[in-house]
């Protein structure tokens, strides 16, 4: 009993002991997971400030190159004044000094212009990038005549290019005659666009191609339009919405505000690695179970053909010490026999040596292997409680309820041992006053051989225990008459034996199942 009541307690503190390693496991991966996702929320949010300087860099390079195009158009509008002063003097034929207005055309050395007349024929041009020796590399097989019309044509297309960009400046050279003046940006305004967009381009390229970053997604707060994410997938405009729900669930977004009454939203997802990572502690623990599941399976084969062995060979040993003093008894009873004693004496001797041969016998069949044979459970089970029933106390009501001929295969010999260990434990649980019911239930597929006591009982926790070798209620008992019962019916019968049912002071069913 002690054996078995520590060997649970073992079991608990085990059970806790795991419980603890589990839970210290898990909280350590947890802290883990927790770190690198705060990781990666710190790289969201500091990228997210990186966006914000760049598109402020970008927006305020866009106001400079406005300020530089009104100051080149007010470079231009003085151009033009200067031009209209040279131009008065010349129709109308007055002296004057226009130096000063040569001066301000001459000083545009960087505003590239092109000037045509009412029939869009080129009057000239100043700042340009190429010349007719550019055109002549370029068609080193075409005429002059043929060179200066494509030079003319290129001047006049470029110049309707410009006036979509920049407006253009019509003046009246003399009654009658009109020139315009088309005017593009300046070099260095060009450069700095050039920059701009490379800027831009950057940007996007850090978006789009930056695979350590987590996935993010950044929307315009108003329009819900894409303008940007580093995750081809998230390019889908029908999706949007799907994407936002999505992330949001994972991770709170990041709202970029640029003081300007626009304002983007990130969203960022966990990064594939960290997904993994929150599954890894219970994949752990799912091979380590799977493994000590496996060790045990193994070890408990291992264990389990042990005891097979040893059971067998406690059999075959017994019925073999049996063997010898029951052969010598034998020869005794039939010398008493020759002898003048009261015959009955004689009998008696015989009653106790059949008894012994069938002890030997079920040895023998548990050591060996029983011969399973289809045969009258009915009269099995009627003959061992006829032999009982003068063999227990008188105070014990022992009743049957016994259908007849109920056939299935069993070993007459090991089953009436069964019910024999069953009903002496049954007893001795009355202590040897009480009622004692044996009675059989059959079913389409199983016969149920029920013995039922009114004894002490048997605690819940305790009906597996009371199964296994070397439990007993007993101060002188081994604990091996219900251990031999299990084996009994479940190795040799493939049947099962448990307790039914059982109530603390009141009684206990046993039930053997024996299948059809």
């Given at each position: 009993?002690?054996?078995?009541?520590?060997?649970?307690?073992?079991?608990?503190?085990?059970l806790v002991f795991a419980l603890l390693l589990v839970g210290a496991s898990l909280f350590v991966s947890n802290e883990i997971v927790s770190k690198v996702a705060q990781r990666e929320k710190?790289?969201?949010?500091?990228?997210?400030?990186?966006?914000?300087?760049?598109?402020?860099?970008?927006?305020?390079?866009?106001?400079?190159?406005?300020?530089?195009?009104?100051?080149?158009?007010?470079?231009?509008?003085?151009?033009?004044?200067?031009?209209?002063?040279?131009?008065?003097?010349?129709?109308?034929?007055?002296?004057?000094?226009?130096?000063?207005?040569?001066?301000?055309?001459?000083?545009?050395?960087?505003?590239?212009?092109?000037?045509?007349?009412?029939?869009?024929?080129?009057?000239?041009?100043?700042?340009?990038?190429?010349?007719?020796?550019?055109?002549?590399?370029?068609?080193?097989?075409?005429?002059?005549?043929?060179?200066?019309?494509?030079?003319?044509?290129?001047?006049?297309?470029?110049?309707?290019?410009?006036?979509?960009?920049?407006?253009?400046?019509?003046?009246?050279?003399?009654?009658?005659?009109?020139?315009?003046?088309?005017?593009?940006?300046?070099?260095?305004?060009?450069?700095?666009?050039?920059?701009?967009?490379?800027?831009?381009?950057?940007?996007?390229?850090?978006?789009?191609?930056?695979?350590?970053?987590?996935?993010?997604?950044?929307?315009?707060?108003?329009?819900?339009?894409?303008?940007?994410?580093?995750?081809?997938?998230?390019?889908?405009?029908?999706?949007?919405?799907?994407?936002?729900?999505?992330?949001?669930?994972?991770?709170?977004?990041?709202?970029?505000?640029?003081?300007?009454?626009?304002?983007?939203?990130?969203?960022?997802?966990?990064?594939?690695?960290?997904?993994?990572?929150?599954?890894?502690?219970?994949?752990?623990?799912?091979?380590?179970?799977?493994?000590?599941?496996?060790?045990?399976?193994?070890?408990?084969?291992?264990?389990?053909?042990?005891?097979?062995?040893?059971?067998?060979?406690?059999?075959?040993?017994?019925?073999?010490?049996?063997?010898?003093?029951?052969?010598?008894?034998?020869?005794?009873?039939?010398?008493?026999?020759?002898?003048?004693?009261?015959?009955?004496?004689?009998?008696?001797?015989?009653?106790?040596?059949?008894?012994?041969?069938?002890?030997?016998?079920?040895?023998?069949?548990?050591?060996?292997?029983?011969?399973?044979?289809?045969?009258?459970?009915?009269?099995?089970?009627?003959?061992?409680?006829?032999?009982?029933?003068?063999?227990?106390?008188?105070?014990?009501?022992?009743?049957?309820?016994?259908?007849?001929?109920?056939?299935?295969?069993?070993?007459?010999?090991?089953?009436?041992?069964?019910?024999?260990?069953?009903?002496?434990?049954?007893?001795?649980?009355?202590?040897?006053?009480?009622?004692?019911?044996?009675?059989?239930?059959?079913?389409?597929?199983?016969?149920?051989?029920?013995?039922?006591?009114?004894?002490?009982?048997?605690?819940?926790?305790?009906?597996?225990?009371?199964?296994?070798?070397?439990?007993?209620?007993?101060?002188?008992?081994?604990?091996?008459?219900?251990?031999?019962?299990?084996?009994?019916?479940?190795?040799?019968?493939?049947?099962?034996?448990?307790?039914?049912?059982?109530?603390?002071?009141?009684?206990?069913?046993?039930?053997?199942?024996?299948?059809?």
């Amino acid at each position: 009993m002690n054996l078995y009541s520590n060997k649970q307690k073992w079991k608990i503190v085990l059970l806790v002991f795991a419980l603890l390693l589990v839970g210290a496991s898990l909280f350590v991966s947890n802290e883990i997971v927790s770190k690198v996702a705060q990781r990666e929320k710190d790289r969201a949010q500091q990228w997210a400030g990186a966006i914000k300087k760049k598109i402020e860099l970008v927006r305020l390079t866009n106001n400079t190159f406005s300020k530089l195009r009104e100051n080149e158009r007010k470079k231009m509008e003085v151009w033009i004044d200067a031009t209209k002063e040279v131009s008065k003097a010349t129709s109308l034929d007055v002296q004057m000094s226009y130096e000063f207005p040569l001066k301000i055309i001459s000083e545009n050395k960087d505003i590239p212009v092109i000037v045509l007349d009412d029939d869009q024929l080129v009057s000239g041009f100043r700042n340009l990038d190429f010349d007719t020796s550019d055109l002549r590399t370029a068609y080193p097989d075409i005429s002059s005549r043929e060179l200066t019309q494509l030079m003319e044509d290129s001047l006049v297309a470029l110049a309707n290019s410009w006036s979509k960009k920049n407006p253009s400046f019509t003046i009246e050279i003399y009654e009658g005659l009109f020139m315009t003046y088309y005017y593009n940006d300046s070099k260095e305004i060009e450069r700095l666009e050039t920059e701009r967009d490379s800027l831009i381009q950057s940007f996007n390229n850090d978006l789009i191609n930056n695979e350590s970053l987590v996935p993010v997604l950044l929307v315009d707060s108003t329009s819900k339009e894409i303008i940007g994410t580093n995750v081809a997938e998230y390019n889908d405009p029908k999706k949007v919405d799907q994407y936002i729900s999505d992330m949001s669930a994972a991770n709170t977004p990041i709202i970029i505000d640029f003081k300007s009454g626009q304002k983007s939203i990130l969203y960022y997802d966990n990064s594939p690695e960290l997904k993994q990572l929150q599954y890894f502690p219970y994949i752990q623990f799912l091979l380590i179970g799977l493994f000590a599941l496996i060790g045990y399976i193994i070890f408990s084969t291992y264990r389990k053909a042990e005891q097979n062995q040893v059971w067998a060979g406690m059999a075959k040993e017994t019925a073999h010490q049996l063997g010898t003093p029951l052969s010598s008894l034998m020869a005794w009873i039939q010398m008493l026999e020759s002898q003048d004693i009261d015959p009955m004496v004689t009998q008696e001797m015989h009653k106790d040596v059949d008894r012994l041969n069938k002890v030997t016998d079920r040895f023998s069949k548990i050591g060996s292997g029983a011969q399973m044979d289809c045969d009258n459970l009915s009269e099995t089970v009627d003959g061992v409680m006829s032999y009982l029933r003068p063999r227990i106390s008188d105070k014990v009501d022992v009743l049957t309820e016994i259908p007849m001929n109920v056939v299935v295969k069993h070993s007459r010999s090991l089953l009436e041992w069964v019910i024999e260990n069953i009903c002496k434990n049954a007893v001795d649980a009355m202590e040897g006053e009480g009622k004692l019911k044996v009675s059989i239930v059959k079913n389409s597929d199983w016969v149920h051989i029920d013995i039922t006591d009114n004894g002490k009982g048997i605690p819940s926790n305790q009906f597996k225990t009371i199964f296994e070798p070397g439990y007993s209620t007993k101060k002188r008992g081994w604990g091996l008459g219900l251990s031999l019962v299990k084996r009994i019916i479940t190795e040799y019968h493939k049947g099962k034996v448990f307790v039914l049912e059982s109530q603390v002071n009141e009684g206990t069913t046993f039930r053997i199942s024996l299948p059809l």
